[in-house]
């Protein structure tokens, strides 16, 4: 193990809380059967995992992250995500984009709980195909895990933040007949974040396929509209 991350684990821990690491494998369904089934907790909070990850990220090689990204903790693998993130935008020191886009990809097996998906695949895999073919996008929502499917959508708020809601919307269709609750809130999550930026693409949408979204997803997508335009959507009485 090398100095670095030894130095990150030994900091990580002392944020360690019992109460907390209690609490978190309720939180994050690690239940038998459950979608985090067996991750371990050292029921650190996100705000003082930054702090470790700010203060480390310059330091830490591709092997450092890849290494902190196996760990069994689950607070280790947001750490060594965060870094990434912190690592990828720094712009002060040599450029890895790539390297640390590739190490992503080939550890998803390893970004196993929403939360992980959702604080960097934007960041890093959005930001690294913005200016290439997105086809790993539209595989992974066809045919990858739970989790690759999650970042496949997650990954175009990158796109939606720059206006543009092409992919969100394609892989969104993709993905309507799928059976997890994790997509449904994703799914939902993007088009209502699409919607704010233009509603015209969210209403297109859901002029649609608003009879054939799962329930979930649609209520997530019409969170932000006005409560008599939510209530005859859900009611099938807007369009």
Known sequence: ??????????????????????????????????????????GITVPDNRLVAKKYFAECSINDFSELLQNPVHEVRLCALLMMVYRYENKKLPDIKKELYKLYI?????IN??????????????????????????????????????????ATLYYIRKGHFEDTV?????????????????????????????LDTLIYFLAEHHTEMPRTMLRYAIEKLDADARQRILLNQYF
């Open 113 to 154: 709980n929403w939360d992980l998906v959702d604080s960097s695949a934007p960041q890093i895999v959005g930001a690294w195909l913005e200016d290439k073919k997105r086809d790993l996008l539209y595989r992974w929502a066809k045919k990858g895990s739970l989790w690759e499917q999650r970042i496949a959508i997650i």
């Open 1 to 42: 193990m090398a100095s670095t991350t030894v130095s990150i684990l030994n900091a990580l821990k002392k944020y360690r809380s019992e109460e907390k690491a209690a609490f978190f494998p309720r939180f994050f369904k690690t239940g038998k059967g459950q979608y985090g089934e067996g991750d371990k907790f050292w």
């Open 106 to 110: 080939s550890h998803t097996a390893y």
């Open 170 to 198: 394609a892989i969104c269709k993709l993905l309507l007949d799928h059976e997890h609750d994790l997509i449904h809130k994703a799914t939902g999550w993007m088009l209502r974040e699409a919607g704010k930026r233009n």
